[in-house]
């Protein structure tokens, strides 16, 4: 767990923020590799970026709050917007994020469509290596897997013990609920779950990038494909997550289950529209050399 990476004088580089930004240029520039083959101008991705990012990250945040709400409060405004050291709920992001990218595509003269079969399989590739930042910054953590060999610990920050303990998240979580005590230095061994992600999440993006090569009935076809391999994947990953997670139905589903079944919904909606409409839908062709958005 490396939560700060570089700490010098009024200079902090957190692991977590230093993720999500190399998470961004990564899928920016793999995108603006790729947008010509699908008849999305190269200038196109670069301006609906930075705008889909700022939508994505508020979206995320605004849903954390009110998924978390215990974990804010008006005795620390700065923790409203301390994204840097964790707190976004992917869930969040996507409504966000896509309402201002169908907008500027609107604008532009862009189908979203399009634009997302571009983006897709690297959406997966960015989340994995948000799920890095998870690790180093031990939030996102396990359940308590004392059995499994591959299990981690994460720890206490050493200091006197009469004081109020700081430290990772598991650890205060085993702290407040009486499994460990205040004088040990780490938490129970729990299921590494975000390198689980992180690994199902490469996997799903290589997936998405060998369907969108070898099978494109339509224009958007990694839209259904993406929401609904995501829902899945993330259903399966909620029986290892063991942070605090409201449930549902008597205890059988978490929020994030519950999110999943509606990621599902809306893949299963959305191919039944556009292969209904696959005439409309038709692939565009690659852009020729020196073409731009109006």
């Given at each position: 767990?490396?939560?700060?990476l570089?700490?010098?004088?009024?200079?902090?580089?957190?692991s977590?923020?230093?993720?999500?930004?190399?998470?961004f240029?990564?899928?920016?520039?793999?995108?603006?590799?790729?947008?010509?083959?699908?008849?999305?101008?190269?200038?196109?991705?670069?301006g609906?970026?930075?705008?889909?990012?700022l939508?994505?990250?508020?979206?995320?945040?605004?849903?954390?709050?009110?998924?978390?709400?215990?974990?804010?409060?008006?005795?620390?405004?700065?923790?409203?917007?301390?994204?840097?050291?964790?707190?976004?709920?992917?869930?969040?992001?996507?409504?966000?994020?896509?309402?201002?990218?169908y907008?500027?595509?609107?604008?532009?003269?862009?189908?979203f469509?399009a634009?997302?079969?571009?983006?897709?399989?690297?959406?997966?590739?960015?989340?994995?290596?948000?799920?890095?930042?998870?690790?180093?910054?031990?939030?996102c953590?396990g359940?308590?897997?004392?059995?499994?060999?591959?299990a981690v610990?994460?720890?206490?920050?050493?200091?006197?013990?009469?004081e109020?303990?700081?430290?990772?998240?598991?650890?205060?979580?085993?702290?407040?609920?009486?499994?460990?005590?205040?004088?040990?230095?780490?938490?129970?061994?729990?299921?590494?779950?975000?390198?689980?992600?992180?690994?199902?999440?490469l996997?799903f993006?290589?997936?998405?990038?060998?369907?969108?090569?070898?099978?494109?009935?339509?224009?958007?076809?990694?839209?259904?494909?993406?929401?609904?391999?995501?829902?899945?994947?993330?259903?399966?990953?909620?029986?290892?997550r063991?942070?605090?997670?409201v449930?549902?139905?008597?205890?059988?589903?978490?929020?994030?289950?519950?999110?999943?079944?509606?990621?599902?919904?809306?893949?299963v909606?959305?191919?039944?529209?556009?292969?209904?409409?696959?005439?409309?839908?038709?692939?565009?062709?690659?852009?020729a050399?020196?073409?731009?958005?109006?």
């Open positions: 767990m490396h939560p700060v570089i700490d010098i004088g009024p200079f902090t580089l957190h977590y923020g230093l993720m999500i930004a190399l998470a240029i990564t899928a920016l520039l793999l995108c603006q590799r790729d947008a010509p083959r699908f008849g999305v101008p190269v200038e196109f991705i670069s609906v970026a930075f705008g889909g990012l939508a994505g990250i508020l979206g995320s945040r605004i849903l954390h709050i009110v998924m978390f709400p215990q974990q804010y409060g008006w005795d620390d405004p700065i923790g409203w917007i301390a994204i840097w050291q964790g707190g976004l709920v992917f869930q969040g992001a996507m409504p966000a994020a896509a309402l201002f990218c907008l500027y595509g609107r604008a532009k003269g862009v189908a469509t634009f997302f079969d571009v983006l897709g399989p690297y959406m997966p590739l960015g989340h994995a290596m948000g799920r890095l930042g998870c690790f180093l910054n031990g939030c953590y359940k308590i897997a004392p059995e499994l060999p591959w610990s994460f720890p206490r920050i050493p200091g006197d013990p009469s109020t303990p700081t430290g990772s998240l598991p650890y205060l979580d085993h702290l407040q609920r009486g499994l460990v005590a205040i004088t040990d230095l780490w938490s129970l061994p729990v299921h590494p779950s975000q390198l689980y992600s992180l690994g199902l999440l996997l993006s290589a997936g998405l990038l060998l369907c969108r090569r070898y099978w494109r009935p339509f224009q958007g076809i990694m839209i259904p494909l993406y929401f609904m391999g995501y829902g899945v994947g993330r259903f399966v990953l909620e029986f290892f063991g942070d605090a997670a449930t549902h139905f008597g205890g059988l589903l978490t929020n994030q289950q519950v999110f999943s079944f509606v990621f599902v919904a809306v893949g909606g959305s191919f039944i529209y556009l292969h209904r409409n696959r005439e409309r839908f038709r692939p565009a062709e690659p852009l050399s020196g073409d731009t958005v109006e």
